[in-house]
């Protein structure tokens, strides 16, 4: 039987994990909520959202992982006999496969700043001055977002293809310290702006008045989806973990640095939207619409602009290498595919369904469904539905389900591993997570 694979090193653990968590909702969608629930007010509750729904499902999703050694649905076929969870593993491979259809197009116009800022037209003032038309005319057009799609598709397929240690941990540890790198250049750059202090003590100072019910289901919603969590990428890539790999301090440690990426992320758009005085709520218009005029005007503008739409395609890249590779191990030892085959059925089912999302903005914005696009349907469908019952279902099945000694064996190492913090994480995963999960599932319904 072959040996399945494993990540070499505890740095590839961490590059590989963290890459996954991190990706285009720390950037912008962090920066835009944060903006829109008050600042401060919604950093402080997001930092205890991760920590009490962040961690636990982490551990949750590591422990069937790391328990198994198989894909979503191998976990939950070894791991119980009922029919109904098996069922249930399919919700994670769907999700993976719409998200990333939908999720490349936002990554293939990321591509297209990135070229327009190299070229210098993107800091052109005069072209700068008409951004929110430009990038209207670009999403609406046939050819070049199909283009940019369909590039950034066949380089993640050229990633994953690879394998685990030569494809995703190798690009992980490379990509992630330079992300960090460029995330720190940015942050300095933007402190240094005039007027940056006022952004900064919007995002860092809370206004205790400004914790509403909706800051609230926000943070909550922000910490769920910034992890990644419901989607089985962390299962998958604990999958792949030694059975050396501490998984609490490994959770912990992930939420942390997600949690640090989005912090920066928060001090580069407030810092430079207050400066240049434009509202901190904007969303993803903020990215393709506003920073071109900022960058215009700002000193050195070319060189930031360079860097920041070469932030978002690494934050872009390390995430979509892991949901890939839900659908490739599924499809690769479920069907006894060889791995090469498993991510060309991967790559093509995101390739024909990332073409009609691209297109949704153009010829076929008519096309639609229940109201929405296809585009807004991937999006509404995974983000609102399918990752809310994901989470639910691995808090669950594993704080209530999952045989509790085999889930204190996983925690602690067979015991090798003091975990000071076992019960209060099954109490969190057995109740506090659960019970979040589905007020965000709700709220994000009505």
């Not at 960058?295 to 890939?324: C, D, H, N, R």
Request: with cysteine; proline share 3%; aromatic share 14%.
């Amino acid at each position: 039987m072959k040996q399945r694979a494993q990540f070499a090193t505890k740095i590839g653990v961490i590059a590989t994990t963290v890459g996954s968590a991190v990706g285009l909702g720390n950037i912008w969608r962090f920066p835009y909520e944060a903006g829109t629930h008050g600042g401060g007010a919604f950093l402080m509750v997001y930092l205890m959202c991760v920590f009490i729904i962040g961690v636990p499902v982490l551990c949750a999703e590591f422990v069937m992982g790391r328990g198994t050694h198989k894909n979503v649905r191998g976990a939950f076929k070894q791991l119980h006999s009922s029919r109904l969870w098996h069922f249930c593993s399919y919700t994670g491979i769907l999700a993976s496969l719409m998200i990333i259809s939908f999720y490349s197009v936002v990554a293939g116009w990321v591509l297209e700043y990135f070229f327009q800022a190299i070229s210098g037209t993107l800091t052109d003032p005069t072209a700068a001055s008409h951004a929110s038309t430009r990038f209207s005319a670009f999403c609406s057009s046939t050819f070049r977002p199909v283009m940019w799609t369909v590039l950034f598709l066949a380089i993640n397929h050229l990633i994953v293809s690879r394998g685990v240690q030569k494809g995703i941990e190798r690009v992980s540890n490379t990509l992630m310290p330079m992300l960090a790198f460029i995330l720190v250049a940015l942050c300095i750059n933007g402190v240094l702006l005039p007027g940056a202090a006022e952004g900064l003590t919007f995002f860092f100072l809370p206004d205790f008045s400004q914790i509403t019910p909706s800051v609230i289901l926000g943070a909550m919603g922000q910490a769920f989806f910034s992890l990644s969590l419901g989607l089985s990428c962390m299962l998958i890539y604990s999958s792949y973990f030694s059975d050396d790999v501490r998984l609490v301090r490994s959770a912990t440690t992930i939420a942390l640095l997600d949690t640090l990426v989005a912090v920066l992320a928060g001090v580069i758009v407030f810092s430079a939207v207050f400066s240049y005085g434009v509202q901190p709520e904007q969303g993803p218009k903020l990215v393709f619409e506003v920073f071109p005029s900022i960058f215009a005007e700002m000193p050195g503008g070319y060189v930031w602009a360079v860097l920041f739409f070469l932030l978002l395609f690494f934050a872009s890249i390390t995430s979509t290498i892991s949901m890939s590779e839900i659908s490739i191990a599924f499809f690769s030892e479920e069907y006894s595919m060889s791995r090469n085959k498993a991510a060309v059925i991967s790559t093509t089912i995101a390739v024909v369904f990332g073409i009609i999302c691209a297109l949704s903005f153009g010829v076929l914005s008519d096309l639609t469904i229940f109201g929405m696009t296809v585009f807004s349907l991937f999006d509404f469908v995974s983000s609102n539905i399918l990752l809310p019952v994901g989470g639910v279902m691995f808090s669950i099945f594993v704080g209530w389900f999952l045989d509790r000694t085999f889930l204190r064996n996983q925690l602690t190492n067979n015991g090798s591993v003091k975990v000071y913090t076992f019960k209060i994480i099954v109490f969190l995963m057995r109740f506090i997570a659960p019970t979040a999960i589905i007020t965000i599932f709700i709220y994000g319904l009505i």
